[in-house]
């Protein structure tokens, strides 16, 4: 039976709108600039009244430091203004009782999904004592999870891409893929085999680390994978640089955890972005990673003469002045549908 009038304009109909809606591709959906890069950060501001109740109160991971408030962080002269380029600075002046002065920014939007693409144009430089990193992480830690993007501390040569998560109870079994040759495999922080807290973990090797022309980090978030690249600034993707980023296009992840090795939904959720530098701590201070000897030249107590992190940082200021970020923009693509231009013809 030979198709009616009606039925023809119903089929064009469904083409054309075929064609408007076109395929789905990554959309701007938050800019972090120059312009509102502080507005959209809460600012954690150490707490010393209530240290002794609370022992995170001054910084959840223990280090020699002092968290200062938006305003104290611009008249101390450790953050830019707006319309000036971004930086985030550490004291490199005075000396401190208490901890050196520093800020740690964490994001007012939390994030489920996306690709959040990060430009650096400076990395802190690696220094005894200093433990700077950018990273996200969810409420409840660790069953909200935790991804370390770019993350190490005193003076190692490499950054390491980990993330954290809760055990198999809550979340299933999360694992990197072993084709990646991760540092260690097995993101639960309670995992039997591994130091605890030591999260699933690879080591970067291609020279971003505190890099002082800075560098770009992507990381790609969806319901089936956690994935992170990373790009010295001479070899950045043509479209990142255009703002249309296709991963596809890219290379191999540094870092991959997908469904078939980890439950991404059930382990991270609602994460905070985070920008910081602390100091010694859990890590850098950690006296198997700081060192016990002044004799041990291949640790930071043998180079410094220091056997405890705290008097190092506190009387060294000057070794602190490249401990900074300097920050272009960072980008939140979110998967949306691409409208395409719409055609139309006599029938």
């Not at 319309?83 to 004291?91: F, K, L, S, T, W």
């Not at 291609?206 to 978030?221: D, F, K, L, T």
């Not at 609602?270 to 041990?296: E, H, K, P, Y």
Request: charged fraction near 20%.
């Amino acid at each position: 039976m030979a198709p009616s009038f009606s039925t023809l304009a119903t089929a064009a109909a469904l083409v054309s709108g075929a064609i408007a809606t076109g395929t789905r591709s990554y959309q701007l959906t938050e800019h972090y600039n120059a312009t509102n890069f502080f507005d959209k950060f809460e600012f954690f501001v150490s707490d010393f009244d209530r240290l002794n109740e609370d022992p995170m109160a001054v910084d959840p991971t223990h280090g020699f430091v002092d968290y200062l408030s938006r305003n104290d962080a611009f008249d101390a002269g450790l953050i830019t203004a707006p319309g000036q380029d971004i930086a985030i600075r550490v004291d490199s002046t005075n000396n401190y009782v208490r901890g050196r002065a520093s800020v740690r920014l964490e994001s007012h939007t939390r994030y489920n999904d996306g690709l959040i693409i990060a430009h650096f144009t400076h990395f802190p430089r690696p220094v005894c004592g200093a433990w700077p990193a950018f990273w996200m992480y969810g409420p409840n830690w660790p069953h909200g999870g935790e991804l370390d993007i770019y993350e190490k501390w005193n003076l190692s040569p490499t950054n390491s891409i980990t993330a954290h998560t809760a055990g198999p109870d809550d979340i299933g079994a999360c694992n990197l893929d072993q084709s990646l040759s991760p540092a260690t495999s097995e993101c639960w922080i309670s995992a039997p085999t591994q130091w605890p807290n030591e999260g699933c973990s690879v080591t970067e090797t291609n020279g971003q680390w505190g890099n002082p022309e800075g560098g770009v980090y992507a990381v790609e978030w969806t319901e089936r994978a956690l994935k992170v690249w990373s790009w010295p600034v001479n070899s950045i993707p043509q479209d990142i640089v255009d703002g249309t980023p296709d991963p596809s296009s890219w290379q191999n992840p540094h870092f991959f955890l997908n469904e078939n090795t980890c439950d991404v939904p059930r382990a991270f959720k609602d994460m905070r972005l985070v920008i910081d530098v602390t100091f010694c701590g859990d890590a850098a201070g950690n006296q198997g990673l700081w060192g016990a000897s002044a004799g041990d030249m291949s640790k930071c107590s043998g180079i410094t003469g220091e056997t405890w992190c705290p008097n190092y940082v506190n009387n060294h200021a000057s070794e602190y002045a490249d401990v900074y970020w300097e920050v272009e923009d960072i980008k939140h693509y979110r998967l949306q549908q691409t409208p395409q231009p719409s055609s139309s013809s006599a029938v």
